[in-house]
């Protein structure tokens, strides 16, 4: 299949167990070339093992397909250069690299040399190393993080920019399906309408994204359709409409204070 009307991302019969502790039963979800897919549940629902069930990084049952080809048994590494990534829960930088240093380091795919180059052409080296930094520097704006803050280390921006570098950094040189973990995180105001802004914007751009998020009005906005899960089973599908009246939904959230 080469692109085409199906789904970019799709994942049947998902099951997680650690030890003795099922985190994730029989969860199968589909997500589509622009449309956003939110995946909400309560603390340990099992949302975060879900992403670690899709780009293989434990064991799990089930099957993951990517663009109508079965991916199951490729390795995480792998997937990612097809197009499937992923944003951590945390913010993962390198913290003793600025930002436009870290945005240089995740293009390396596309602009990586071997130091045989580097040493014996370094000429073409310097001239791929400028052409990388101003790729970086151009995706850091589209990603809404200001120049001034491109030679500074990470942690010394200002938080509601963390999170967009690590939009930012998971999207790298591109992505056909993101996954997202929380990125609304700790974020309000201004921060929060960026957020949906730049969710808005990379769904527009015909990118598959699935989004995990505790922020209700955010996820109610933004998402096309959402998966509720609760202690490792998906107890609803539906749009947001549909979500927000049904009874094992609102049970489920009652059951547990958010
Ligand atoms: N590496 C792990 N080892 C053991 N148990 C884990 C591990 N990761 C997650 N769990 C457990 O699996 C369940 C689901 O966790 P998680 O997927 O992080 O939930 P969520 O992201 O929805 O909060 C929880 O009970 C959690 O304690
Ligand atoms: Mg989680």
């Not at 019969?13 to 199968?28: C, E, N, P």
């Not at 040189?173 to 949906?196: I, N």
């Not at 990118?207 to 109610?220: K, R």
């Amino acid at each position: 299949m080469s692109g085409g009307a199906g789904p970019v991302l799709r994942v049947k019969g998902l099951g997680v167990t650690y030890g003795a502790l099922v985190a994730l039963d029989d969860v199968t979800w589909s997500v589509g070339a622009g449309e956003i897919l939110g995946i909400i549940g309560p603390n340990g629902a099992g949302k975060s093992s879900c992403y670690d069930a899709v780009t293989h990084l434990v064991r799990r049952q089930g099957q993951v397909f990517l663009k109508g080809e079965e991916v199951t048994a490729v390795a995480p590494h792998l997937l990612a250069e097809r197009g499937l990534k992923r944003a951590f829960q945390q913010n993962a930088f390198f913290h003793e690299l600025t930002v436009l240093e870290n945005m240089v380091t995740v293009l390396q795919d596309r602009y990586g040399t071997s130091l045989v180059a580097a040493t014996l052409l370094p000429f073409s080296e310097a001239r791929r190393r400028r052409a990388a930094v101003e790729d970086a520097r151009q995706r850091l704006l589209r990603f809404g993080i200001p120049e001034m803050y491109h030679g500074l280390k990470p942690t010394n921006i200002p938080y509601g920019t963390q999170r967009m570098l690590s939009i930012a950094l998971a999207y790298g040189s591109g992505a056909q399906a993101l996954l997202l973990d929380e990125p609304a995180a700790g974020l309000g105001g201004v921060d929060m309408t960026h957020l949906v802004n730049l969710l808005l914007s990379l769904k527009n751009e015909g990118l598959a994204v699935v989004v995990i998020e505790h922020h209700m009005d955010l996820i109610m906005s933004v998402a096309d359709r959402i998966v509720v899960l609760e202690q490792g089973r998906q107890i609803a599908m539906g749009t947001p409409h549909e979500i927000q009246s049904d009874p094992r939904v609102l049970e489920a959230y009652l059951g547990h204070t958010q």
